[in-house]
Structure formats: C-alpha cells, structure tokens
Nanobody, 122 residues
Framework: VQLQASGGGLVQPGGSLRLSCAAS????????MGWFRQAPGKEQEFVAA????????SYADSVKGRFTISRDNADNMVYLQMSSLKPDDTSVYHC????????????????WGQGTQVTVSS
C-alpha cells in the first residue's frame, strides 16, 4: 500500500493541527497504522499507532494526552489530531503501515509514506 501524509504547516505554540494519511489501497487488513517523526539531526521517533479496528492505541510518552490517532478503514485514512503543540513537536511526520505486526510501538512497519512538515513556532 502507498501512503501519503498531508495537513502539516506552521502553527503557534499551543495550537492544533490534524494530519491525514491517505492510503492507495485498502487498509482494512493492515494490523497497525502508525505515525513517526524525524527532526533534522535526530533519529526517527515513534509517535502513535492504532490497531486494525481501532481498539488499541499506543503513544509516545512525549505526546500522550495531546495527540490522538484514529483510522477510517472504509475510507482508507489515518489521522493524527495534535493539540497543545510545542516547539519540540517540530518535525517531519510520516505515516506507516505494519501489515502483520502485533506490537504497535516496536513492531516492524513495512510501508512508509512521504512526510509532511510540522513547524511549531511563534
């Protein structure tokens, strides 16, 4: 499946953004859909993931309580609602699919999309 993230932009600290990830094919059978981010000079970081039917989610400690991940299997979309954004959230955000993984956070994701830039600055 091919993935394309969108919805990034420039936002002030404390603001909100919703990222979207559109899949070229069905995501119904994909166990895990996730979001990762990578800032310049830093390693890629897990942000959030959601299980096949949305019954389970996992978040990085740094975004818990501020970000919410969701998926719409009917429309082949995954979303990341981000609120109370901080400058440290500035990064390129990528969505990913893990067809068979069971560990949302540490599983091996096998499909990646191009990222969308999120910049949090006043």
């Amino acid at each position: 499946v091919q993935l394309q993230a969108s919805g990034g932009g420039l936002v002030q600290p404390g603001g909100s953004l919703r990222l979207s990830c559109a899949a070229s094919g069905t995501i119904f059978s994909i166990n895990a859909m996730g979001w990762f981010r990578q800032a310049p000079g830093k390693e890629q970081e897990f942000v959030a993931a959601v299980s096949r039917y949305g019954g389970a989610t996992s978040y990085a400690d740094s975004v818990k309580g501020r970000f919410t991940i969701s998926r719409d299997n009917a429309d082949n979309m995954v979303y990341l609602q981000m609120s109370s954004l901080k400058p440290d959230d500035t990064s390129v955000y990528h969505c990913a699919a893990g067809a068979t993984i069971s560990n949302l956070k540490s599983g091996q994701y096998d499909s990646w999309g191009q990222g969308t830039q999120v910049t949090v600055s006043s």
